[in-house]
Every structure is written in structure tokens, then in C-alpha cells.
């Protein structure tokens, strides 16, 4: 590389006209919270261009759609690998009264065919993906790559506008739920409401529960010993040494077909799907074989199904008579709220982010041919328009210098602590209060940044969260960080970690508690502990800093607090 090109490489940001600039965009919408559910560890920066520009536009899209009466969205930016939000609060409240009788109008379709329209939307998804999937990518000439980078861009901002529908939908019955429980004393953390909310099967649900039966196979057929004394990636060639393991190996790749496409992260794009590397889904299973835990999923469903009728019927007979119907309609929408967001992750991100990276990587294989980079997985530190420019002509291009500096940039950053809030009020307590409670944004406050812990001294907790699922357990600690640990998990012990995602969600069969520094009352770790019985707490912030694997602690999670028992 000249010594020009040297001085020139800090002119190429990764998200141009994304990329967070505090003295700017901090006095231009007074608060800028961390997205620290889908942001840790820090994004590459191709998934930052993809995720900053079609997320936020997804959350506006669907507020307009919707009428969603205090908000029209949030903007997004992105610092160093991380992700920051701010609301579009509207404040006038005549506007606010127009758009609420709209919203009510456009909620009844919902309230009336959810799954319904879902299934028009899923179908509409699966045809996108069915023609991404058609490219033969390393047959394609360099214009058909051209096209796919944008059908890939095309199908991705669309993935987030179906997504969000759902969402706001089903999470905003859950948030007016909790303005008519609010005279009873109730809030979202308390037993009462989220029983409510529990005991619904889903798409994401019953893949874990085949994850669990292909357990149990490895377990009657004699295969045991071969998922014990094998690293994950050399069972599949073990099992080819008998017809029970051959027959087993037929039958997993038959799922891995129709289930395969399944991103290991959710958010990003740096690590294989199921269906590439096939030994990320054989180290669930590991999982269950080496735990010899045959957790059935069904059984605790039934339980929670009996407490969500109680809890319902006891709830119905506080309200006036005229309020049933009304309560009743936002309970039925408000119950898809756990099940659709389980479920659209299996079909919006985790699917579409394994295209994505299918499509990245077969562009990268040509760009390595060409000399243009060193790398396939280079893709993942350019960002598209970059790849757009040299696609036709690749062999003319050298692009090393950008993708290795920022893979440089990111390996430093990726495990780094950021802030929760970028701010011009005097702290972060003010700044929810003014810049985005008044939102009501209930994907952002009960999920991205989560509600704030009560500190609740009398209780001289160590450290406080919030309720995500009630109960009590006491254990030993597991700190787990990213996907690759969870094989370290012993049953019965508590999960520690920053947040989970729905690869994680197997775990929660062997475990007593779950604890995590992020996510709200709604967020993956919070509804899978729900439907899992798990105590769970959430937007603790420093577990996995102050918590260490092997220290007994104790989580009250009903009264949002933890105990390190072990000093």
C-alpha cells in the first residue's frame, strides 16, 4: 500500500451517514440510549450498515402504518460496533388523540386474525428468501452478484417492516393490559399480570423440542458415547461408523433442510448458521446427551396454561362488566406477544441474517479470487456500497486496507464496556424520563433498553434487575458470554450473562435461574424464563461484571433482586 493511500484510509466510515456524532446528533434529540440487547458483543461493520439503516426505518414504517399515537419510530446510530436509539416522541396532544383513534382501528384486524395476517407475512418472507436461495452464488457472474447484494438489501428492509407490524401490535396490548391493571396495584413484574401471559406454543418452541428429541434418539439408539467424547464438529463423521449413526445422520440433515437456516447469533453475521455448520446445532444436543436432562417442554405448558386461566378469570371479575370484552381482546392479542416474538425471530432475523451471510460469503469467495481481499468473511468489514463499486471489475480493486483495519478496530473493541446513554440531561434517570418514557414506545422500553430496577433497600440485595419471570432459586453462578460457552452449563445452575437470544433457549431447560445485564419485561431472556418456569431477572446491568462462575448467589427474581452469597 502507498503511502498515500495510508494517509487516506480514515475517509471510509463504515456506516456513512449512521456513524454517532455526539457534538451533533446528542443537542439534536436531547438522549441516545444503548441498544445493549442486540448491540453485545459489539457488530461487525457490515451488519452495523445493514441492522443501523433498515431497523430504525422498520420502526417508522410501522408506527406510521399503525397510527402509534405518542411515536413515530426512532432514529439509530451507530458507535464503534454499538448501537444507539432515539425516539420520535410526538408531544402535541391533539395529534395524539387523532392518531390513538386510528390505532384502535388499526389494532382490531389484529385483535380479530393475528395469526392470520402472520402467515400472509411469513409466506410473503418465505418467498423472498426462496429467491435469494435460488442463486447459484458461485456459478453467478459478477452482475447476478450485484443483483443478489441488492435483493439482499431489498428483502431486508422489507423483513423489518413485517416485523415491526407484529410486534407493536401484540406488544401494545400487552403495554394497555398494563394501564388496566395499574388500579389493582399491579405492574409488569408483578406474578399476577405475567401469569397471564404464559403457556403459548410456538415455531421456535417446538425446534428446540425436536433439538431435545434428536437428545433422546442419540440417547435409545446407543450413540451416546460418540456426542460425550467428541468435540462437536467430529460426531457427524463418528456417526458414519454405524447404521444406527448413519440413520440418525439422515434424519438430522432432513431437519436441518427445513430448520437449518438459523443464525448461532442473532444479531450479526459473523458466525455460521445451522445449516453451514452443522456442528453448532449438534453441540445443543450435546448438550442435553452430556446433562442427561429430558426436559419436556409440553408439561410445563400445561401448568402455566391453568395459572394463565386463573389468573385471567381472577382479574375479569375486579373489572366492570362494560370493560370485559375490551380486556378480553387486548388479553388474546397481548398473549401473542411471547409466542410472535419467539416465533418472527425464527423467520425475520435468524433467517434472513443466515441469507445474508450466505450471499456475503459467496461475494467474498469471488472478491478473493480476484485479489480484491484476502478473505470470504473480509464481506463482513466492508460495507455494500463499498462491495457495489467494485463488483463489476473486482480484479482492478484492492480493498485490503479497509477490511483489515476494521477487523483490527473490531477484535479490539468487541468485548469492550460502552455507555447506556449518551445524553444532554443530567443523567440517565432524566433522560428516560424525558426523552423516552413519553414515547411509549413499548418495543424499545420493554425490550431494547428495558425498564430501570427499583433499588429497594430494606431488601440489601447485592444487586437489583428487574422481574422478567417470578420465583426464587438459589445455585451456583455460570457466567456465560457468547454462544460457544453454553456447553460449559451444569444442570442447576444459574445463567449469568449479558442476554440470550433463541439459540440460547435450550439451556433454560437445565438451569434454576437466568440473570441478565440487559432486556426488559419483554425480551428473549425475559419470556423464555416465563414459558420455561425459570426465575429470570433482566436489565441488571452488572451481573456478569460483579458475579463469578462458581460463587453461590441467590435470585429473588419476584422482587427483582440477587444475592452473592460467596464474598
Known amino acids: 500500500m502507498d503511502e498515500k493511500r495510508k494517509e487516506n484510509v480514515k475517509l471510509w466510515d463504515s456506516v456513512p451517514g449512521y456513524d454517532f456524532n455526539e457534538q451533533i446528533d446528542v443537542p439534536e434529540m436531547h438522549s441516545y440510549?444503548?441498544?445493549?440487547?442486540?448491540?453485545?458483543?459489539?457488530?461487525?461493520?457490515?451488519?452495523?450498515?445493514?441492522?443501523?439503516?433498515?431497523?430504525?426505518?422498520?420502526?417508522?414504517?410501522?408506527?406510521?402504518?399503525?397510527?402509534?399515537?405518542?411515536?413515530?419510530?426512532?432514529?439509530?446510530?451507530i458507535r464503534d460496533g454499538s448501537t444507539y436509539v432515539a425516539m420520535h416522541i410526538i408531544r402535541d396532544k391533539e395529534e395524539i388523540d387523532k392518531r390513538a383513534v386510528k390505532f384502535q382501528e388499526a389494532l382490531l384486524?389484529?385483535?380479530?386474525?393475528?395469526?392470520?395476517?402472520?402467515?400472509?407475512?411469513?409466506?410473503?418472507?418465505?418467498?423472498?428468501?426462496?429467491h435469494l436461495k435460488s442463486v447459484d452464488l458461485d456459478k453467478a457472474t459478477n452482475i447476478d452478484l450485484l443483483h443478489h447484494l441488492w435483493d439482499m438489501i431489498s428483502t431486508y428492509r422489507r423483513m423489518w417492516e413485517i416485523h415491526f407490524l407484529g410486534m407493536y401490535t401484540s406488544m401494545s396490548a400487552v403495554a394497555l393490559l398494563e394501564e388496566q391493571v395499574e388500579r389493582f396495584g399491579l405492574t409488569a413484574e408483578s406474578p399476577e399480570f405475567q401469569n397471564m401471559l404464559r403457556g403459548f406454543d410456538n415455531k421456535a418452541f417446538q425446534v428446540d423440542q425436536q433439538m431435545n428429541e434428536f437428545a433422546q434418539a442419540v440417547i435409545t439408539s446407543g450413540l451416546s458415547d460418540i456426542f460425550k467424547n467428541n468435540n462437536a464438529e467430529d460426531v457427524l463423521p463418528k456417526l458414519e461408523e454405524s447404521d444406527a449413526g448413519r440413520k440418525w445422520k439422515d434424519t438430522f440433515y432432513e431437519f436441518l433442510q427445513e430448520e437449518g437456516w438459523r443464525m448461532v447469533r442473532m444479531m450479526d453475521l459473523n458466525e455460521p448458521y445451522w445449516l453451514e455448520e452443522p456442528s453448532s446445532a449438534i453441540s445443543v444436543i450435546q448438550t442435553f446427551v452430556n446433562k442427561g436432562t429430558d426436559f419436556n417442554l409440553d408439561e410445563v405448558r400445561?401448568?402455566?396454561?391453568?395459572?394463565?386461566?386463573?389468573?385471567?378469570?381472577?382479574?375479569?371479575?375486579?373489572?366492570?362488566?362494560?370493560?370485559?370484552?375490551?380486556?378480553?381482546?387486548l388479553i388474546k392479542l397481548g398473549g401473542k406477544a411471547g409466542s410472535y416474538s419467539e416465533e418472527h425471530d425464527l423467520y425475520c432475523e435468524l433467517y434472513c441474517h443466515a441469507l445474508l451471510r450466505r450471499g456475503l460469503l459467496g461475494i467474498g469467495r469471488r472478491l478473493v479470487q480476484a485479489g480484491t481481499?484476502?478473505?470470504?468473511?473480509?464481506?463482513?468489514?466492508?460495507n455494500p456500497d463499498e462491495i457495489e463499486q467494485v463488483m463489476l471489475a473486482p480484479e482492478f480493486h484492492k480493498l485490503q486496507y479497509i477490511a483489515n483495519r476494521r477487523r483490527a478496530e473490531w477484535e479490539q473493541l468487541r468485548f469492550e464496556e460502552t455507555s447506556p446513554v449518551f445524553t444532554e440531561r443530567a443523567g440517565i434517570e432524566e433522560a428516560m424520563q424525558k426523552?423516552?418514557?413519553?414515547?411509549?414506545?413499548?418495543i424499545i422500553i420493554k425490550l431494547v433498553v428495558g425498564e430501570m430496577p427499583i433499588v429497594n433497600p430494606e431488601l440489601k440485595a447485592d444487586l437489583y434487575g428487574v422481574c422478567g419471570a417470578p420465583g426464587v432459586a438459589e445455585g451456583l453462578a455460570r457466567v456465560i458470554i457468547t454462544y460457544d460457552q453454553l456447553q460449559e452449563v451444569l444442570p442447576g445452575e444459574i445463567l449469568v450473562c449479558p442476554g440470550t437470544n433463541p439459540a440460547w433457549t435450550p439451556?433454560?431447560?437445565?438451569?434454576?435461574?437466568?440473570v441478565a445485564d440487559r432486556g426488559g419485561t419483554l425480551s428473549h431472556t425475559a419470556i423464555v424464563g416465563r414459558e420455561y418456569h425459570v426465575p429470570t431477572i433482566v436489565n441488571c446491568f452488572e451481573g456478569t461484571a460483579k458475579i463469578k462462575t462458581g460463587m453461590r448467589i441467590k435470585v429473588d427474581a419476584t422482587q427483582g433482586a440477587i444475592y452473592i452469597l460467596d464474598k
Not at 304 to 329: C, D, H, N, S, V
Not at 373 to 382: A, G, H, K, S, V
Not at 435 to 442: A, K, T, Y
Open 33 to 77: 440510549f444503548h441498544d445493549g440487547v442486540h448491540s453485545v458483543p459489539r457488530l461487525t461493520p457490515i451488519f452495523s450498515w445493514f441492522y443501523g439503516r433498515a431497523n430504525p426505518v422498520g420502526s417508522q414504517y410501522a408506527s406510521e402504518t399503525l397510527s402509534i399515537p405518542t411515536c413515530k419510530g426512532w432514529s439509530q446510530k
Open 109 to 130: 384486524p389484529w385483535i380479530e386474525d393475528f395469526d392470520g395476517l402472520w402467515e400472509g407475512y411469513k409466506n410473503e418472507l418465505l418467498s423472498l428468501y426462496d
Open 302 to 329: 400445561f401448568k402455566l396454561i391453568e395459572e394463565r386461566e386463573k389468573a385471567i378469570t381472577a382479574l375479569l371479575e375486579k373489572l366492570p362488566g362494560e370493560e370485559k370484552e375490551w380486556f378480553k381482546a
Open 373 to 382: 481481499i484476502d478473505r470470504p468473511d473480509d464481506t463482513l468489514f466492508l
Open 435 to 442: 426523552d423516552l418514557i413519553p414515547s411509549g414506545d413499548v
Open 507 to 514: 439451556i433454560f431447560g437445565i438451569i434454576k435461574a437466568a
